[in-house]
């Protein structure tokens, strides 16, 4: 890219220029030179990302590419449920070094007969091929993610049997329990850049078409059981639509429309192997990803892989609160400590427990159940209710909402080199005048490390 700017020579011809019109000229010049250094920026680090490979922390070979860009992505794909996994896992702070699958060939000291009679042996509710695309997935997450499939093996002691439970009442696979693992590796306060939250990182559309409560104090997206159940049913009505788990779960990635385009393009032939080729590029890798977590879980330990010790509670016991309740209050008076409270209740914003706008419910590990009954609830609920509850308080939480903030979802996105509000706004598809207006900007002007506001 080069860039060629003609200036005529101050001593050629120079006059002198009324002052209202040279100081236009200057704001004119100094906005240029701020497009042209943002512009320079945004050279730099594209090319900052074309490298042919680096080395992780642990010595592992890791393969770099381009990372997505949001704007690539078709409305359809991005409100999918789980299109925005390579979102939430390369170009940003993960657990997991960042593979391209399209251009990398794994090998492993374990030969094919044996990985083939290891799948054969799951015996899944639906057949699970063995190719070079699904071989290289199962190395993948059974050799090369050691650390952050040790960590999900120990969250889902906790996670996984809700999720039985939630998939045994709309009768569909247990075994679909291991798509969280690939979409959030079991956080359940995993956000995506473009706004993707929770376990099953629905977007905000697709949530509260599926009766997920978003406002300004709470956010079911982060509740573990009602974004499961909604996850379910997305997942049931999928398989019914296309009459395949695999189509059901590549839809999971990148929208039913685009798996119907696929089979029509491949002659109405609806088996996954058949349409692979026709689907989007970032949805071709999602079931291969599902096969290699499902393997690599089911041999753990012929890998040497085994459950991180992570804090998660084995019981907990859920409380209905009718009055607005600060988790400071309730470690405060009860004794919990505060961590084990955020931890249970991601789905609460600011900390706060809403319930004076309705009936709301608090989880807490089972071994604060007697202390939490034993609690008088005047001095519960009125514990420095002026410091965490005040007027002043309320009103900074509803700011959202009045500087136009319809959803009260909050995404906040830090400025890189070369981000433009223009970019950004397109990024997450909202208005540059929406962008202005929730951060109170007066100009476009951005600084490298900014945060910006996107409701």
């Keep these: ?34 497009r042209v250094d943002s512009l320079k920026a945004l050279v730099d680090s594209l090319r900052m990302i074309v490298v042919s490979s680096e080395t992780a922390d642990d010595g592992e070979e890791v393969i770099a590419f381009e990372t997505p860009d ?35 060939k794994l090998t492993s000291a374990v030969s094919d007969s044996v990985m083939i009679s290891r799948l054969a042996a799951l015996n899944p509710y639906f057949t699970l ?5 699904v071989k290289n997935y199962m190395i993948l997450y059974s ?51 473009a706004g993707a939250k929770g376990l099953w990182q629905f977007m905000y559309r697709t949530a509260r078409s599926y009766g997920l409560h978003i406002d300004s104090y709470i956010d079911e997206r982060m509740d573990v059981e009602k974004s499961t159940d909604a996850a379910a049913r997305y997942l049931k009505n999928l398989h019914n639509m296309l009459g395949d788990w695999a189509l059901a779960v590549s839809a999971y990635n990148c929208g039913a429309g685009n798996v119907n385009k696929a089979i029509r393009r491949a002659g109405g032939k609806r088996d996954f192997w058949s349409v692979y080729s026709y689907l989007p590029t970032e949805t071709r890798g999602y079931l291969p990803a599902f096969v290699g977590v499902m393997y690599a879980f089911a041999y753990s330990r012929d890998y040497g892989l085994s459950a991180a010790s992570v804090g998660v509670p084995e019981q907990t016991d859920t409380f209905r609160v009718h009055r607005n309740l600060h988790f400071k209050q309730i470690s405060e008076v009860v004794g919990i400590p505060l961590e084990e409270i955020e931890y249970l209740n991601p789905k609460y914003y600011n900390s706060i427990i809403p319930g004076s706008g309705g009936e709301c419910s608090v989880k807490l590990p089972y071994r604060w159940s007697a202390a939490w009954l034993a609690a008088e609830p005047d001095s519960l609920y009125g514990h420095n209710a002026k410091l965490y509850l005040s007027e002043q308080v309320m009103k900074d939480i509803s700011e959202g909402k009045k500087s136009g903030a319809t959803g009260g979802s ?39 490390g900014q945060k910006i506001y996107i409701y």
Aim: charged share 25%.
């Design 143 to 193: 050799e090369k993610r050691g650390v952050a499939m040790e960590q999900a093996m120990g969250l889902s002691s906790y996670y996984f049997p809700i999720f039985e439970e939630v998939f045994c009442k709309y009768g569909i696979p247990l075994e679909l329990k291991y798509l969280a693992v690939v979409e959030s590796m079991l956080r359940p306060t995993a956000t995506s850049r």
């Design 70 to 104: 949001p704007m690539d992505y078709t409305p359809e794909v991005t409100d999918s449920l789980l299109a925005l996994w390579y979102h939430s896992n390369f170009g940003r702070e993960t657990v997991m070094p960042a593979f391209n699958m399209d251009s990398v």
């Design 129 to 133: 091929p063995f190719n070079d695309v």
């Design 410 to 448: 909050r995404t906040c996105y830090t400025v890189r080199s070369g981000d433009t509000l223009s970019h950004i706004a397109r990024r997450y598809r909202v208005s540059v005048k929406q962008l202005m207006s929730w951060n109170h900007l007066r100009s476009d002007r951005l600084s490298i």
């Design 1 to 34: 890219m080069c860039l060629l700017l003609l200036c005529a020579s101050p001593f050629a011809g120079a006059q002198l220029l009324p002052r209202g019109k040279n100081k236009t000229l200057e704001k004119e010049n100094a906005e240029l030179k701020h």
